[in-house]
């Protein structure tokens, strides 16, 4: 390891992920003064002990996001992995799309991608809106105080990914429960049951649909996959479970924090309210102000790179920060500050860069954007039922949130 | 100004469409970037523009 003194400014890495003091929603404030100073830096991950390159800059994050020499290959000895998963497993079974490298992930990702399109999300948003009215007429006829994360944040997704994927209505119980097992804190065994449970119900539904297919997604993919690829049908369930994994906690958080943060700025919100039609903007911003997926982005250089000025060796871990990135005033002015009128907004990096830019963005997009403008308008009164630092945020997640919002109008 | 796609590196990510609809769509059989319009008015120039700056591979570049 004695060449890593040459490119390592520092004879400490710092422990990751940096502290986040003051205000839960804002960035580690250390981001800012790496990204001035040592925007390509050195860290220790807490979870495992693996150094890595942590980038800060809006530009070097993206170049290093779409240059062919990084892998995301998480069995590679130099990924910085950050979430437990059996060591003893690592390399021996198939990854998920989000650590394929081409031309598997390519052959993977492209089956999915007509599923997902800005045009058959179009189609969705009636259903959507739909759905958000039922979720808030419940909250209505409960009446004030309710917890905003089981009764909005929850619900919208659970549903609008068990229509799409196509589960039939006596299998619905099951999936919302596997859905909410995947946010909340469940026991080993509830977990495994839960997963167990899930991979038969998938597993008919493939046998189901090969045979009397339908308007829903697997009945899509398998028709795709006979024309066009050769995917196992355990490759198509596995792209459906790492769809669900991918996109469903994070859009749970998404609706969490969106209206924490809508809440917290109410001439913001007033604003919203009065530009339904801006609402697309209006999420772009709110996705990037809090880029609640910060560091889970990450990569093993495949090669010797030259990344913002720093020679990153071949087999190092490097971290993208998507929070600090999106809090680059090189191009976002003000950038600690909640605009959403602001035009630079679309550029905001808060679903990734590259080839395995989130899949689910433009669906993500239409739910945020019917529960955010149908909640301000239905509650125009909505207001905040506990102190901010009272909020149970979740703690050392990788996709920031909250366990619950208390709200009251 | 002429829009150039390179249909080969689009990963469907759908970014151009929303940020340039007059200008971009996307194939219903593989979700990849469809052109809709390949020399758009002068008044598009900068809508274009900033779909050639979100799409995440760099599937699109304008000439002249
Ligand atoms: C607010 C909600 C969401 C956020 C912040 C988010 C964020 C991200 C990010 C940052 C990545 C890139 C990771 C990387 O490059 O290593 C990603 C990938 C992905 N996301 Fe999302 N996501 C959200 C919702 C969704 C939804 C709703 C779906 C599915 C319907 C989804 C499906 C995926 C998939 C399949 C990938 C992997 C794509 C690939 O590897 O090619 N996500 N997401
Ligand atoms: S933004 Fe790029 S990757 Fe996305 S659809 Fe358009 S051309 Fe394809």
Avoid at chain 1, 256 to 272: C, I, K, N, T, Y
Avoid at chain 1, 355 to 369: D, F, I, N, T
């Amino acid at each position: 390891m004695s060449d890593l003194v040459d490119t390592c400014p520092h004879a400490q890495p710092r422990p990751f992920p940096l502290e986040r003091t003051g205000c839960p929603l804002d960035p580690a404030p250390e981001y800012a003064v790496l990204r001035e100073t040592e925007p390509v830096s050195r860290v220790k991950l807490k979870f495992n002990g693996r150094e890595a390159w942590l980038l800060t800059r809006y530009e070097d994050v993206r170049q290093m996001l779409v240059d062919p020499r990084f892998s995301s290959n998480m069995a590679d000895p130099g990924y910085p992995l950050q979430f437990a998963f059996p060591m003893e497993l690592l390399g021996k079974v198939k990854p998920a799309l989000l650590h394929m490298d081409p031309p598997e992930h390519t052959a993977h990702r492209m089956m999915l991608m007509p599923e997902l399109s800005v045009k058959r999300v179009e189609a969705m948003r009636p259903r959507t809106q739909e759905i958000v009215d039922e979720c808030i007429d419940a909250m209505l006829s409960h009446g004030g105080p309710v917890d905003l994360v089981s009764m909005l944040s929850m619900p919208v997704p659970s549903i609008g990914m068990c229509e799409l994927v196509g589960v039939p209505q006596e299998s619905a119980d099951l999936f919302h429960r596997w859905v909410t097992l995947l946010v909340t804190q469940g026991s080993a065994e509830e977990h495994a049951s839960a997963n167990a449970e899930v991979e038969m119900l998938l597993h008919q539904l493939i046998a189901d649909r090969q045979k009397n297919p339908g308007d829903d997604l697997i009945s899509s993919l398998l028709k795709r996959n006979a024309t066009e690829n050769e995917l196992e049908p355990a490759d198509i369930s596995a792209l459906v479970r790492a769809m669900i994994a991918a996109g469903h906690e994070s859009t749970v958080n998404g609706i969490s924090v969106g209206a924490l943060v809508l809440l917290q700025h109410p001439e913001q919100a007033d604003w919203l309210r009065a530009h339904p039609e801006l609402s697309g903007q209006a999420v772009d911003e709110l996705s990037r102000y809090s880029s609640i997926s910060d560091h889970g982005t990450v990569r093993v250089a495949l090669e010797d790179v030259e990344i913002g000025g720093r020679l990153i060796r071949a087999g190092e871990g490097v971290i993208c920060s998507l929070s600090a990135s999106n809090h680059d005033p090189a191009v976002f002015k003000d950038p600690n500050t909640l605009d959403l009128t602001r035009r630079e907004a679309r550029h905001n990096v808060a679903f990734g860069f590259g080839r395995h830019q989130c899949a689910g963005q433009m669906l993500v997009r239409m739910q945020l954007e019917v529960v955010f403008t149908t909640l301000l308008r239905r509650i125009p009164g909505l207001r905040l039922d506990a102190a901010l630092d009272e909020l149970p945020f979740k703690a050392n997640a990788l996709i920031d949130g909250l366990h619950e919002l208390p709200v009251t109008w | 100004m002429r829009v150039i796609v390179d249909r080969e590196r689009c990963v469907a990510a759908g970014s151009c469409v929303i940020t340039s609809p007059a200008v971009f769509d996307q194939n219903d059989e593989d979700g990849k970037v469809v052109l809709l319009i390949g020399t758009p008015d002068e008044k598009l120039r900068e809508e274009v523009l900033e779909s050639v700056n979100v799409c995440p591979v760099a599937a699109l570049s304008v000439a002249d």
